[in-house]
């Protein structure tokens, strides 16, 4: 059942950050949609995308530490970040080559963060769980 609920999890996150993609692999766009990315202008409706980044990729935390097994240790906790970080460094990349996308570093760390909130989030909730049996490493 892991591998199933994350690559469902994963086509939920590609779905909410790729829709509306029009591809434009022109390099020089390309090139200027990087240094946007990387010198983000902040405005209020940013503080909105945040929040759901941060509400999304919670989602993935969750889910990688609801599906690795019992033993909810540091590895995995670590993996979720990883895993989260690396999806969002995908996403944000394949952002570049599109014309009605933008990329931002600022979405790679709030989409981290979401995640890391996420998978913590769930080992306090197991812990705390009268079911847990036992307390993750």
Do not use: K
């Not at 979405?107 to 049996?133: E, K």
């Amino acid at each position: 059942a892991r591998l199933p609920a994350r690559a469902a999890f994963v086509g939920i996150l590609l779905l909410a950050t790729l829709s509306s993609f029009e591809f434009s692999p022109d390099g020089a766009n390309v090139a200027a949609r990087f240094a946007r990315a990387m010198h983000p202008h902040i405005s209020a409706s940013d503080a909105i995308d945040a929040l759901r980044n941060l509400a999304l990729f919670a989602g993935w935390g969750v889910v990688w530490m609801a599906t690795c097994g019992p033993a909810r240790t540091a590895r995995q906790l670590l993996l979720a970040i990883l895993s989260g970080a690396g999806i969002s460094l995908a996403v944000e990349g394949a952002q570049l080559f599109s014309a009605t996308r933008n990329a931002s570093f600022i979405d790679v760390l709030t989409n981290t963060i979401g995640t890391a909130i996420g998978a913590f989030g769930f080992v306090l909730w197991y812990i705390g769980s009268p079911a847990s049996g036992e307390v993750p490493a």
